[in-house]
């Protein structure tokens, strides 16, 4: 049972245009969300979060969306860049139960490739 | 400061074979987490150390075990490997066990034949 889903397998975007990445999750436990970029042959590297009790989170070109009522969220890249050409992977948190450790989900990742 | 590093980078095992993995991290972490990777899977939990001394199962345990040897170091060894363990192997270590934000390792790509 996939709790967290990224359905699109591969975004293709213009320089400058905006990468637009999506997720949904299941288990309305969750109350943090993560997006980490990962480059090819490197370990994820963590980008951006947001907490459960705001809708929006940002930082330079990457702003974190979360609708809560429809269990999505979404990661905006803008403008993009060839460098944000990469695989995205969007995980969550929960802390129901006082689970005391940070037990990440990941979703299955997104292809972006920024075009020139 | 490295992060967290990982050897080997890449293993090749036949069927029944034994490795280790090893795992070390240089930010005075508490926490440590062993991680695969498989196509269309995203990242799935193996194994995790809250802290030192502590280990726990995550979502796929069957056919690894862990060691947490010290504060720094966590390696993830497969006893009998078997060929639906090829994947790639990604370490991770946080501050404490409720910080959310984990910082990765390189990984290690293995292949059992």
């Known amino acids: 049972d996939q709790q967290v889903k990224q359905n699109s397998p591969s975004l293709s975007v213009q320089e400058g245009r905006i990468s637009i990445l999506n997720c949904d999750y299941t288990n309305s436990m969750f109350d943090y969300f993560l997006w980490y970029k990962k480059y090819p042959a490197e370990g994820p590297t963590f980008l951006i979060s947001?907490?459960?009790?705001?809708d929006k989170n940002e930082d330079g070109r990457f702003t974190v969306f979360l609708n809560k009522s429809a269990k999505h969220l979404s990661l905006h890249i803008v403008p993009s860049q060839p460098g944000d050409s990469a695989v995205y992977f969007c995980a969550a948190s929960s802390n129901a139960g006082g689970t005391s450790y940070g037990k990440l989900t990941f979703g299955q990742g997104t292809i972006l490739t920024v075009h020139p | 400061n490295a992060g967290v590093t990982q050897t080997p980078k890449f293993q090749v095992l036949k069927t029944g074979q034994s490795m280790t993995l090893q795992c070390a991290q240089d930010m005075n972490h508490n926490s440590m987490y062993w991680y695969r990777q498989d196509p269309g899977m995203g990242l799935r939990l193996i194994y995790y150390?809250?802290?030192?001394?502590?280990?726990d199962k995550g979502e796929v345990p069957n056919g690894y075990n862990v060691s947490r040897l010290n504060k720094r170091e966590f390696s993830l060894r497969l006893e009998s490997a078997a060929p639906s363990q090829t994947s790639v192997y990604f370490c991770?270590?946080?501050?404490?066990?409720?910080?959310?934000?984990?910082?990765f390792g390189p990984g290690t790509r293995l292949l059992v034949l």
């Open positions: 150390s809250a802290s030192e001394g502590t280990t």
């Open positions: 991770a270590s946080s501050e404490e066990a409720r910080s959310k934000t984990q910082y």
């Open positions: 947001i907490s459960s009790i705001k």
